[in-house]
């Protein structure tokens, strides 16, 4: 079974401008979350996704936002990129949106703002 | 608030020696608790968790118990080897939060020949 994809695994960016990022969930998993990972920080929890409509939401600006395809892929968008957004973006997925579901993380993709 | 601690920071352990991580949560609502591993380049990977109906749970070289009463739980790794050597994570949901999981600040584990 394959595991959960992010695309891309690198990006460069620069202040102001916008990204989106990407993840394919196990197949099967229904559930996508979104973390944000930094040396000062740590991992942070960003939101969920469960059939197409964000259940929760973390402590992080309206600037970060998400969405979730009829086929669970997720996709997440950061506006007006500061240079605090450096960080590494995991995307987990699980079968449901229970808080006893196993998470399952892919690889992150690393996004660096000049 | 939501809490999770994690000790110790860094560990070196000889190979073939014994590795404990601990971690202390503060909500007692919380029933679920994994450990994940992480490598140089690469994303947590889920290696064991217990829910809080058993005190302990084993897979080859690695436990968990769980002290419920002192909330907290820890990570025991057996025989350690050089590819043990990551950067350990603890995490806890945390009810009636929107955090899906709290993670704690990780353990670097380094493995020494």
């Known amino acids: 079974k394959a595991g959960v994809t992010q695309t891309p695994r690198y990006l460069i960016k620069t202040r102001g401008q916008q990204v989106t990022l990407s993840c394919s969930p196990i197949s099967g998993h229904r559930s996508v979350s979104w973390y944000q990972q930094t040396p000062g920080q740590g991992l942070q929890f960003l939101f969920e996704?469960?059939?197409?409509?964000?259940?929760n939401k973390g402590n992080f600006p309206g600037r970060f936002s998400g969405r979730q395809f009829s086929n669970s892929r997720s996709e997440m968008n950061v506006s007006t990129l500061e240079l605090g957004d450096s960080a590494l973006y995991l995307c987990?997925?699980?079968?449901?949106?229970?808080?006893?579901?196993?998470?399952?993380f892919g690889d992150g993709t690393r996004l660096s703002i000049l | 608030g939501e809490n999770v601690e994690q000790h110790p920071s860094t560990l070196s352990v000889q190979e073939g020696d014994s590795a404990v991580i601990k971690c202390t949560y503060s909500?007692?609502?919380?029933?679920?608790f994994p450990w994940y591993k992480q490598e140089l380049g690469k994303g947590p990977q889920l290696i064991i968790d217990?829910?809080?109906?058993?005190g302990e749970k084993k897979d080859q070289r690695i436990a968990v118990t769980l002290n419920k009463t002192a909330k907290h739980f820890s990570l025991h790794i057996t025989e350690t080897q050089p590819e043990d050597s990551a950067v350990y994570f603890c995490a806890a949901p945390f009810t009636g939060t929107a955090s899906k999981l709290t993670f704690g600040t990780g353990t670097r584990l380094q493995v020494t020949l």
């Open positions: 909500d007692s609502a919380s029933n679920y």
């Open positions: 996704y469960f059939s197409e409509t964000q259940r």
């Open positions: 217990i829910r809080s109906n058993v």
């Open positions: 987990a997925s699980s079968p449901g949106t229970g808080l006893d579901q196993p998470q399952h």
